[in-house]
């Protein structure tokens, strides 16, 4: 598997990436809606194909995940995007890489604090205030629950 910056050339495969796993290419997390077709992104690549995706943004010394999807899980593409992710942000001279995922999203939460992330915020609420900017946003998410709140993961580079 490589691991790569996104080009033109991905748009497609991109955003086939999005439509599939969050219905299109807008992101909506702590208040902001970002179109994910428009971030810096690293791609997956095996056998020429996209295996999976991770969208960012730098500001200042953070890098923020916005997305990342491995649409075939438990094949370790997860971790070498996150990986990448974060040497990318160390080059960059970035302190922290940060992200937020939801109450629901059990597997992402072991995911990520298998690697090394830190639960550092808890925001009751946020994703029903999401769910006014992206109404799409189901009422109910992973396993049935009631998807209602953001997560703030980080990890000290
Ligand atoms: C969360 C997500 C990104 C994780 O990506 P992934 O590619 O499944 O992750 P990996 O395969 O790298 O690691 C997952 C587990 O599979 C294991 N694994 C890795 N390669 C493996 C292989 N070849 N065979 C079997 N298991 C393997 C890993 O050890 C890991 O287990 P661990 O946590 O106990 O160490 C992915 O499940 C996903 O896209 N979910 C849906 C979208 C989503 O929720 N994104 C996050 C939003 S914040």
Redesign the pocket.
């Known amino acids: 598997m490589n691991v790569r910056p996104a080009t033109a050339a991905d748009s497609t495969a991109i955003s086939a990436i999005l439509t599939e796993?969050w219905g299109g290419h807008i992101a909506v997390a702590h208040g902001t809606a970002y179109d994910a077709t428009a971030l810096p992104a690293l791609v997956a690549e095996e056998d020429g194909r996209i295996v999976?995706l991770l969208t960012y943004t730098i500001e200042g010394d953070e890098l923020e995940v916005v997305t990342?999807?491995?649409p075939i899980?438990?094949?370790?593409?997860?971790?070498e995007l996150l990986s990448a992710a974060a040497d990318l942000a160390r080059a960059a001279g970035c302190r922290r890489l940060w992200?937020i995922?939801t109450n629901d999203?059990l597997?992402?939460l072991?995911?990520y604090q298998?690697r090394g992330m830190r639960i550092v915020a808890v925001s009751p609420g946020a994703v029903d205030h999401s769910r006014t900017l992206k109404p799409t946003i189901p009422e109910t998410g992973a396993y049935g629950i009631p998807l209602h709140d953001e997560l703030t993961l980080e990890l000290l580079l």
Do not use: M, Y
Not at 73 to 79: A, E
């Open positions: 796993a999976g990342l999807d491995a899980p438990q094949l370790g593409v997860g971790s992200l995922t999203n597997d992402a072991r995911f298998r």
